[in-house]
T-cell receptor, first 116, second 110 residues
Framework: DADVTQTPRNRITKTGKRIMLECSQT?????MYWYRQDPGLGLRLIYY???????NKGEISDGYSVSRQAQAKFSLSLESAIPNQTALYFC???????????????FGAGTRLSVL | QKEVEQDPGPLSVPEGAIVSLNCTYS??????FMWYRQYSRKGPELLMY????GNKEDGRFTAQVDKSSKYISLFIRDSQPSDSATYLC??????????FGSGTQLTVLP
């Protein structure tokens, strides 16, 4: 979805390196999310942010940190990458104003990360 | 035990077949149910959304929710090769955090 842009699309790094994945959106949504996807495990929530001043841990936040630089930008950092962080990472957005109790999320195209 | 269970497949059907995809869940607080479709090397995109129990139809797609059995289904009629993708069920309650199934990989053969 071109409205949610993730960079880079692919990244290979080495164990111990710091890496940042970036997400920007033009949908005007207030909520943003980071997920990782592994075969057989589906999508698991890493962190989420309901607005610029609100950051929350998800199911699997250990080893990750995030920064919400603006309403449209949400970055994910791996402070010291390890091989089991090799996965497909997705950013998603949702709009609390228009959706009410729903939580329909819109995803970026993903970042494929390999940690050697 | 996972909160949401989904048969990973892979599922392979001939073009024109009716496809049935299913998820079971354990959390009775879930009220909102979704199906996402994910093409290879793409992000998931919302396909169907339903609230509580019942059926919802959109073209060739029908989503069905049975809260008493904690079971949801997605039916695809007259399946096409372009339907080949991974289908993810997702659901949430009042807490609004989505819980996803692991996805079912579907291939529709021409």
């Amino acid at each position: 979805d071109a409205d949610v842009t993730q960079t880079p699309r692919n990244r290979i790094t080495k164990t111990g390196k710091r890496i940042m994945l970036e997400c920007s959106q033009t949908k005007g949504h207030d909520r943003m999310y980071w997920y990782r996807q592994d075969p057989g495990l589906g999508l698991r929530l890493i962190y989420y942010s309901f607005d610029v001043k609100d950051i929350n841990k998800g199911e699997i936040s250990d080893g990750y940190s995030v920064s919400r630089q603006a309403q449209a930008k949400f970055s994910l950092s791996l402070e010291s990458a390890i091989p089991n962080q090799t996965a497909l990472y997705f950013c998603a957005t949702s709009d609390s104003q228009s959706q009410g109790a729903k939580n329909i999320q819109y995803f970026g195209a993903g970042t494929r990360l390999s940690v050697l | 035990q996972k909160e949401v269970e989904q048969d990973p497949g892979p599922l392979s059907v001939p073009e024109g077949a009716i496809v049935s995809l299913n998820c079971t869940y354990s959390n009775s607080a879930f009220q909102y149910f979704m199906w996402y479709r994910q093409y290879s090397r793409k992000g998931p995109e919302l396909l169907m959304y339903t609230y509580s129990s019942g059926n919802k139809e959109d073209g060739r797609f029908t989503a069905q929710v049975d809260k008493s059995s904690k079971y949801i289904s997605l039916f695809i009629r007259d399946s096409q090769p372009s339907d080949s993708a991974t289908y993810l069920c997702a659901m949430h309650g009042s807490a609004r955090q989505l819980t996803f199934g692991s996805g079912t990989q579907l291939t529709v053969l021409p």
